[in-house]
């Protein structure tokens, strides 16, 4: 059974595109996709030895070698020009997703729509987009097991779509961090995230005003109290 979280991924993923999840781990997310005929073939990419066994197995498992590819290799380096129309990149923080975009900048004109689940560093992965021509259509964010993620998905910014940052009543800098699309849509989920942010800021507060001395502890503190006001004044 896939997770909520892979399944909103997948419903971004559009009927009949051919795909490639890079860091596939197991391959669940390529697996549904074909065995549920919404993609005719797909990528798993993995550079470490232990997941992309297990995303061979999965794959045997299901019978769906002829489908998925399982590719060995770091990044968008498992996939040939123009192969696949849609990446997905899941489950691992945003200054990761963004090092494998732009390490791997030269595999995406022919790609059509970024599907990007951060799981930390969210604002990474948006100031990449914005300064490598693509726009964001489409946020959503949800909680599963106790945790909220975010998914962020793009495509190559035209004239005919909407710049996701123009018209917003707050800067380009916190949109990176709270997302322009989520942020118009105000998901109790978002207000609850920023509420858990806040909190782990408190704590650290606390700690450190047992913990430190008095120089340091003032500096570190001064700063947490300006991410602290920031969460408060949004
Ligand atoms: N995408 C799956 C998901 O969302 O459930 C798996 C996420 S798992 C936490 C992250 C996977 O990314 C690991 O299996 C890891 O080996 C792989 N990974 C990390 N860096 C990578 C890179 N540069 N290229 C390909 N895979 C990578």
Request: overall charge neutral; cysteine-free; hydrophobic content about 40%.
């Amino acid at each position: 059974v896939l997770s909520n979280r892979l399944k909103t991924i997948a419903s971004f993923v559009p009927k009949g595109k051919k795909i490639a999840d890079i860091g596939s781990d197991h391959a669940l997310l390529p697996s549904y996709l074909v065995y549920n005929h919404i993609v005719p073939f797909a990528i798993a990419g993995e550079v470490n030895d232990g997941p992309l066994q297990a995303a061979k197995r999965q794959v045997q498992l299901y019978q769906l070698e002829d489908q998925i590819s399982v590719r060995k290799g770091n990044g968008l380096e498992v996939i040939h020009p123009k192969e696949v129309d849609v990446i997905t990149i899941a489950g691992m923080g945003g200054a990761l997703i963004g090092q494998i975009l732009e390490d791997g900048k030269e595999k995406l004109s022919s790609i059509e729509r970024l599907i990007l689940q951060p799981n930390v560093g969210e604002e990474l992965v948006r100031k990449w987009l914005d300064k490598n021509q693509w726009f964001i259509v489409n946020e959503t964010i949800l909680e599963e097991n106790e945790k909220i993620y975010e998914i962020i998905i793009a495509e190559p910014k035209n004239n005919q779509r909407q710049n996701p940052y123009q018209g917003l009543d707050i800067t380009k800098e916190e949109l990176y961090r709270l997302g322009p699309i989520l942020w118009q849509k105000r998901s109790p989920i978002l207000l609850k995230k920023w509420q858990r942010e806040l909190q782990k800021v408190d704590y650290v507060i606390k700690q450190l005003e047992r913990a430190m001395n008095e120089n340091e502890k003032t500096k570190k503190i001064e700063e947490l109290m300006v991410e602290r006001n920031w969460i408060l004044g949004v």
